[in-house]
């Protein structure tokens, strides 16, 4: 049996298959985690795909609460995942790495303290999250953002980070020169040495 479990959270448009290919590259660094890609509960309105929430009429403003009135389709996708692999209610045993949308809920789970994960990697990400953060003060997070994304700034991350540092987080940044909206290569090796730390920790 597995000793972890890592829940990968794609971006809005996509689906589970599409960040399940890390799991598989990293399955020889990482032979004692399982993974899982589940794709999101609602389909995106605009094309093919799914979306954890909507971004029809989004904006700034009511962004976090989307992101809020999100968390109970979230929360059931995460239980029923960790159910699947024998990790019920096994918070601790639970990293999870997001993308885009997926880097919002993510990271999102980890400011509102809803459970004590493992760890957070969040790639391309932003912390949609107002009010005053209260997280698990042992969960460590990794933020990855390019400089170059053209979809979500980089100071979206960089904004994120000073937040969850102020609130007791133990927070690594990358912030990547050439890197536009995707995950890199180093990306995805970084990370991967971020979840073997966290698990030896």
């Known amino acids: 049996m597995a000793k972890a479990l890592v ?16 799991g598989e590259h990293w399955a020889r660094l990482l032979p004692d985690v399982a993974f899982a890609s589940p794709n ?12 954890w ?8 403003e009511n962004r976090p609460a989307r992101v809020r009135e999100a968390r109970a389709a979230f929360d059931d996708t995460l239980q029923q995942l960790m159910a699947q692999h024998g990790m019920a209610d096994a918070w601790d045993k639970v990293i999870l790495v997001g993308f885009s949308q997926g880097s919002i ?5 980890l400011a509102s303290g809803r459970y004590p994960l493992a760890g957070v990697v969040a790639f391309s990400g932003r912390l949609a999250f107002d009010g005053a953060l209260t997280p698990q003060q042992y969960t460590p997070a990794l933020l990855i953002h390019g400089k170059a994304d053209d979809v979500i700034p980089f100071s979206e991350s960089a904004s994120a980070e000073q937040r969850l540092q102020q609130a007791g987080v133990t927070v690594e940044a990358r ?19 971020f979840i073997a730390q966290c698990l030896q920790d």
């Open 7 to 22: 829940i990968f959270l794609h971006g809005v448009g996509s689906n589970g298959d599409d960040l399940a290919v890390l």
């Open 40 to 51: 999101a509960p609602y389909p995106f309105e605009h094309a093919m795909g799914y979306q």
């Open 53 to 60: 929430f909507s971004l029809t009429g989004i904006t700034p």
């Open 105 to 109: 809920m993510a990271l999102d789970a």
């Open 175 to 193: 912030y990547e020169a050439a890197t536009g909206h995707t995950i890199s290569s180093q990306g995805a090796m970084d990370a991967a040495g």
